[in-house]
């Protein structure tokens, strides 16, 4: 019997992957964010609102994750320089490699903003680095006032969160300030942007956020290149 | 059930291992998994168990050993053990700004297997 001590990430196959999308989209002074959350959450139906937006200043292209079906991508393709489905199968989360993948067929040097609609789960996105620059995690006001104390890993990680469908607030038993309290635990970092894709209410808020990001990216990042 | 992809992924890293060391046979894996990955060490011994069949790891054994999260505090350095399923509030600033420092990896530690002749007794040791 013999014992091989081997102490590698069984991550770093992904991990490396990831590394080389983000040097990639850095390079290319394009934006990329993870957006992530349950299913139903209301993802789509933000970009849906958020590419015609951005579509006056800058060049959004999207990657959408699903298990099957290709719905969503339908409702976008119109709205984005570029739009590609990823079907997982069975696959719970989107990972590195697919991404990559997705990347090679997007001409990444005419893009601004790529944004990545990640599987609706929880849990196990969470636990891959796909490259992006930004992680934005949705909750919308029908999934409950308890959502970021149940997932305070995912909530942990987010830069910045948009709390959805906020039109739902006089209809629905809500309290904004529970989210509120367990963010004040569990990330103080990210920004709360209430909005509501219907109403158009924080809509503004949320692509003044992704404008400040957007620029303050594209600086640091033509520095980065000089000194290299 | 993010548990079935990093099963697969432990397998690869598995097999190179044994490849390497010349094994015929794989007994048991040793594997430390970081609490902020989320998996949950049943549906993990479940998923490998599901990947492990026909390969020279068919019925080697899977031995986790569960890594507690750090988080260093991006305002003013501190080093402390969240309790992820609570908070993340850094202790001296009482802000939840942190970078995970530990606890935020899955590692495949050591593979325990069978080789049909030492490597070391032959002509030099592998590194």
């Keep these: 019997m013999k014992k091989i001590n081997v102490v590698e990430s069984v991550l770093q196959a992904n991990d490396a992957i990831a590394r080389d999308n983000r040097a990639l989209m850095s390079g290319a002074s394009l934006l990329s964010i993870n957006l992530m959350s349950a299913p139903g959450s209301g993802k789509t139906a933000l970009l849906e609102k958020t590419l015609p937006a951005l579509a006056r200043e800058y060049a959004c292209a999207v990657l959408v994750g699903d298990l099957q079906t290709t719905r969503d991508a339908e409702r976008l393709e119109e709205l984005a320089t570029a739009v590609t489905q990823i079907n997982t199968g069975r696959g719970c989360h989107l990972d590195a490699a697919q991404v990559a993948e997705g990347l090679r067929g997007l001409k990444l040097d005419d893009i601004d903003f790529l944004f990545i609609e990640n599987v609706g789960n929880m849990v196990c996105p969470a636990a891959f680095d796909l490259g992006e620059h930004l992680r934005v995690v949705l909750l919308s006001v029908p999934e409950g006032d308890d959502k970021v104390g149940k997932y305070p890993t995912l909530f942990q990680l987010a830069d910045a969160i948009l709390l959805t469908k906020v039109d739902l607030l006089g209809v629905l038993e809500y309290d904004i300030g529970r989210v509120r309290d367990d963010l004040s635990r569990i990330n103080t970092r990210a920004p709360l942007i209430e909005l509501s894709s219907t109403s158009g209410q924080g809509i503004n808020q949320w692509l003044t956020w992704l404008g400040e990001q957007h620029r303050a990216r594209a600086t640091p990042v033509a520095i980065g290149l000089k000194d290299d | ?127």
């Design chain 2, 1 to 127: 059930m993010h548990e079935m992809s990093i099963a697969v992924s432990m397998l690869d890293g598995v097999l190179q291992a044994a490849a390497r060391a010349g094994a015929v046979r794989v007994e048991a894996i040793e594997v430390e998994i970081g609490a902020m990955k989320l998996v949950v060490p049943e549906a993990l011994q479940a998923a490998w168990e599901a990947v492990r069949a026909d390969t020279l790891a068919d019925e080697a054994v899977l031995k986790i050993e569960e890594i507690s999260a750090w988080a260093e505090c991006r305002q003013c350095g501190r080093r402390f053990e969240p309790d992820i399923a609570y908070s993340f509030l850094c202790p001296d600033c009482n802000r939840a700004d942190v970078e995970i420092v530990r606890g935020n990896d899955i590692v495949l530690k050591s593979v325990i297997c069978q080789v049909d002749r030492d490597p070391s007794a032959g002509e030099g040791t592998e590194a």
